[in-house]
């Protein structure tokens, strides 16, 4: 099975690529659905390629938007320029564009949408015969759905689903509601999240409000929450799929690489064979970064996938630094959240000190100075430590 993380720039890719994802997907500046994403210029996008073939993994690149006419100015250019730097494959949802990627780059390797909500075996198979490499299908499919659409499919066309991470209220994504409330076209991907605002319901006549709630803060009808899947990869697998996608391009480098360590490890359990039992320090890492309620979606016919106790992700513990040298008796380590001596760190690791704990004592910034509070965004401290670490490992501490 293929594991497939998200890159919204290049620190997160780095971020996937060190906690061990077989593949990538990124934007460039236009044509993907991730707007708020730092994304990637077109030199940007060439030495990310670079960078990931060099570490033997692939990169899929997002041409997803739904296009009107005007959207297809540059996009001859941008695709012969995509399949000149060795993109392994294009990832969209418009037959228009899927269309103009035949015509101008036919070598180049197409991968269907999610938005293109292929949610039947018909869909599937016409996708197959226009020559698609991989589908990957609509959220709202339960795994019999799967199987039965992986049954019709030559085995050249492999399947993606969605494991982890934030779900939408509409149909594949398919959203307008923050282009109406804020002008933020969400299918060009710009979208304000509208559906995790906090809503009340008004009597039309008298215009009063009536707060549907179950806190003091409002109700949140429209808001989903966050998938969850990594305790059901051998029925994911059964089912036919090939790539277990996690979502989050507009997430941090810290949700990329604890999420990704999480299926990373648990893919690996179950490749080796026999009994499927996730030890606690890998399901446990999915709690320890930004997200809501979990739910398995539709995966099992299952209807509970809204969330109305709050729209704001939440987690027990703070990110607080990355690994960017290893040196005798400890690590230089980029600070990314305050922490002190005294303090007890858990490391997040691609290597068997994963999800061990220490307690912080001497610390030094570069010019040698002893620091005993970590409270410079960025500053980069020596921080003595008896665990292996390697650069990308990070640490996080407990929240208060």
Same mark, same amino acid.
């Given at each position: ?6 890159? +919204? ?10 906690? %061990? !994802? *077989? $593949? /990538?997907?990124? #934007? ?45 100015? +540059? ?10 730097? %060795? !993109? *392994? $494959? /294009?990832?969209? #949802? ?307």
């Amino acid at each position: 099975m293929e594991l497939l993380s998200p890159a +919204g720039n290049l620190e997160k890719l780095k971020a996937a690529l060190h906690f %061990g !994802a *077989d $593949a /990538v997907y990124l #934007s460039g500046k236009r044509f993907g659905l991730r707007a708020a994403s730092d994304n990637f210029d077109s030199d940007e996008l060439k030495s990310a390629v670079e960078l990931v073939h060099k570490s033997g993994r692939k990169v899929y690149v997002t041409l997803n938007i739904i296009a009107h006419d005007a959207d297809f100015d +540059g996009i001859e250019d941008y695709i012969r320029y995509l399949s000149g730097i %060795g !993109a *392994d $494959a /294009v990832i969209v #949802s418009d037959l228009g564009i899927l269309s103009v990627v035949r015509r101008v780059a036919p070598s180049l390797a197409v991968h269907i949408s999610t938005q293109a909500s292929v949610t039947n075996r018909y869909a599937a198979e016409f996708y197959a015969d226009l020559g698609v490499q991989r589908i990957v299908l609509a959220r709202e499919l339960s795994l019999d759905e799967i199987s039965r659409i992986r049954d019709a499919l030559p085995p050249s066309v492999e399947l993606e689903a969605f494991v982890h991470g934030a779900m939408c209220i509409s149909y594949s994504g398919r959203c307008l509601l923050s282009d109406f409330t804020t002008g933020r076209h969400a299918n060009h991907g710009e979208c304000a999240q509208s559906c995790r605002w906090e809503y009340a319901v008004a009597e039309k006549t008298r215009g009063e409000y009536m707060p549907v709630e179950e806190d003091g803060r409002g109700t949140y009808i429209f808001n989903s929450k966050d998938l969850n899947m990594i305790e059901y990869i051998p029925m994911l697998a059964k089912a036919g799929v090939y790539s277990l996608k996690i979502e989050g391009r507009v997430k941090s480098a810290y949700y990329v690489g604890s999420v990704t360590n999480a299926y990373r490890r648990a893919i690996d359990i179950y490749e080796q064979g026999g009994e499927y039992s996730l030890p606690k320090n890998v399901t446990d890492c999915l709690y320890k970064t930004s997200h809501r309620k979990f739910t398995t979606g539709f995966y099992f016919d299952e209807r509970g996938g809204q969330c109305y106790e709050t729209a704001k992700p939440q987690s027990d513990y703070d990110f607080c630094g990355v690994v960017t040298q290893v040196q005798d008796g400890g690590v230089m380590l980029e600070m990314r959240g305050r922490f002190k001596k005294g303090d007890r760190l858990e490391v997040l690791s691609a290597k068997e000190d994963d999800g061990k704990e220490f307690e912080v004592g001497e610390m030094f910034d570069t010019d040698g100075g002893s620091v005993t509070d970590a409270k410079i965004v960025q500053q980069r401290l020596f921080l003595k430590t008896p665990l292996k670490l390697a650069v990308g490992d990070m640490f996080r501490k407990r929240s208060k």
